[in-house]
């Protein structure tokens, strides 16, 4: 199978894919079909493409009408040019079907723990969660919940929790969302890092960050 890989940057060059958005190594669209039976017969039809094209990617069909594909190339571990051929494949089919994209309701988030010996204590949570560990983070193997990864200290943190989330949001709707956890009784610790990312914390000093794939290869 013939195959190029894609960064962000590049596959955010290509023209006619604008039903997409990169997230953590991936394309995700939403649709909504108008119905549940439509939304249904949208899957099948992308179900179809991909099997003629031999390439598989993770669908998600919710009440009322919406359909949720993510696109990524498991023998690459990350976006190639097969990718971008289906996506625009499967926006013609949602096109034809008369389902409306939503581009920028896609996000990603994942579990991050401050540690000083990420080995000491990635046993314990890959076995509470039930994730395999891949090359250092855990992932459920039904690609659902949350992945997790560490993120190593020299030094412990003092007054700082252990945990934060990373929510990955399309980076064409990145400040509204700091914006609006500003708004709702959040606090700006940095912008240092942005476009990459932003670390916001609520009233009691949890930390969450939002990221994008902007400015980093991540």
């Known amino acids: 199978m013939d195959y190029t890989r894609l960064s962000a940057d590049e596959f955010a060059a290509l023209d006619g894919l604008d039903d997409w958005r990169f997230l953590l190594g991936a394309i995700h669209a939403h649709f ?19 099997e003629a094209a031999q390439h598989h990617p993770d669908i998600d069909l919710r009440y009322p009408d919406r359909v949720h594909v993510v696109l990524t190339t498991h023998a690459t571990g ?34 991050a723990i401050d540690t000083l010996d990420a080995d000491r204590i990635r046993p314990f949570w890959a076995a509470v969660l039930g994730y395999n560990d891949v090359q250092g983070n855990l992932v459920d193997p039904l690609r659902i919940g ?73």
């Open 78 to 111: 990350g976006l190639t040019t097969l990718d971008a051929q289906l996506a625009a494949q499967i926006s013609s089919l949602a096109t034809t079907v008369g389902a409306t994209a939503e581009p920028t309701v896609s996000q990603g988030a994942e579990i």
């Open 146 to 218: 949350p992945p997790m990864w560490f993120q190593e200290m020299d030094e412990p943190r003092e007054q700082r929790q252990r945990f934060h989330i990373d929510v990955t949001v399309p980076h064409d709707v990145a400040e509204a969302r700091v914006s609006a956890a500003l708004a709702a009784g959040g606090t700006l610790m940095t912008d240092r890092f942005a476009r990459s990312w932003w670390v916001l914390a609520d009233a009691d000093g949890n930390e969450a960050c939002v990221c994008t794939w902007q400015d980093r290869s991540r």
């Open 32 to 50: 909504r079909a108008g119905s549940f039976p439509g939304a249904a017969a949208l899957v099948v039809a992308i179900a179809e493409a991909a």
